[in-house]
C-alpha cells in the first residue's frame, strides 16, 4: 500500500495568480499522476510525472499552464498557473504500486486539493 | 481528454436494500477494471477489481461483473448500508497504456435510512 500526503487540502486564490500543490509519498514509486475533478464530475487525468523525464500531459493541458516537478521517487508538485475562476476544481495525485503476481496494479489516491479561484 | 460536462446521476436506495451500479466502458482492449468509493473531502478509495479474464469476482458485501460483449461493468453492494453513501467511479487500465487509468463518470449513492 501507499499513504499519500497532498497538501494544501485546500485554498482560495486570487485570478491571475498560481498555486502549487504538494505530494508525498511514503515509499519510492515510479510513476505519480495528477488528476482533476471538476464539481459533479469524474477524474480527468492531467499529466504523467515520471521521475528524471519531463511529464507527459493528456489531451487538453499543458506543461505552461500545469507545470510538474518530479525531483524524487516519494514527492511531486503540480503547479496551476495564471489561474482562473474555471481552474477552480479538485486536484489529485495518485500513485499505482504492483500488487504481485498477477501484474495487476492498485492506484492511491490523496486527499486532494480543493481550489476555489477568486 | 476532456470529461463530458455532466452531473452525475444519483441511485437512491433504502437501507438494507441491495444496490447495483452501472458504468459502460469505452475500450475493447482494457484488460483490468477498479471500482472506486469516494467519500465526500477524500480522495478515491479502492473497492474490488477485476481482470478482463473473468466475468465476476467477489469481495465483502461487493460483487463485479463484467460483461466484456458489451462492455459493461457494474458494481453491486449487498445489505446497502449509510456508510456507503459516496461517489462510485468504474476505472480502467488500457493494457498497454502503462500503469494510467481511465475513469467513468460516477454515480452518486445515497442509502435512505
Known amino acids: 500500500s501507499a499513504v499519500i500526503s497532498q497538501k494544501p487540502s485546500r485554498d482560495i486564490c486570487q485570478r491571475g495568480t498560481s498555486l502549487t500543490i504538494q505530494c508525498q509519498v511514503d515509499?519510492?514509486?515510479?510513476?505519480m499522476f495528477w488528476y482533476r475533478q471538476q464539481p459533479g464530475q469524474s477524474l480527468t487525468l492531467i499529466a504523467t510525472?515520471?521521475?528524471?523525464?519531463?511529464?507527459?500531459?493528456e489531451s487538453g493541458f499543458v506543461i505552461d499552464k500545469f507545470p510538474i516537478s518530479r525531483p524524487n521517487l516519494t514527492f511531486s508538485t503540480l503547479t496551476v498557473s495564471n489561474m482562473s475562476p474555471e481552474d477552480s476544481s479538485i486536484y489529485l495525485c495518485s500513485v499505482v504500486t504492483d500488487r504481485g503476481a498477477l501484474g495487476d496494479t492498485e492506484a492511491f489516491f490523496g486527499q486532494g486539493t480543493r481550489l476555489t479561484v477568486v | 481528454g476532456e470529461s463530458v460536462g455532466l452531473h452525475l446521476p444519483t441511485l437512491s436506495v433504502q437501507e438494507g436494500d441491495n444496490s447495483i451500479i452501472n458504468c459502460a466502458y469505452s475500450?475493447?482492449?482494457?484488460?483490468?477494471f477498479i471500482w472506486y468509493k469516494q467519500e465526500s473531502g477524500k480522495g478515491p478509495q479502492f473497492i474490488i477489481d477485476i481482470r478482463s479474464n473473468m466475468d465476476k469476482r467477489q469481495g465483502q458485501r461487493v460483487t463485479v461483473l463484467l460483461n466484456k460483449t458489451v462492455k459493461h461493468l457494474s458494481l453491486q453492494i449487498a445489505a446497502t448500508q449509510p456508510g456507503d453513501s459516496a461517489v462510485y467511479f468504474c476505472a480502467e487500465n488500457k493494457g498497454n497504456a502503462g500503469n494510467m487509468l481511465t475513469f467513468g463518470g460516477g454515480t452518486r449513492l445515497m442509502v435512505k435510512p
Open positions: 515509499s519510492q514509486v515510479t510513476m
Open positions: 510525472a515520471n521521475q528524471g523525464s519531463e511529464a507527459t500531459y
Open positions: 475500450n475493447s482492449a482494457s484488460d483490468y
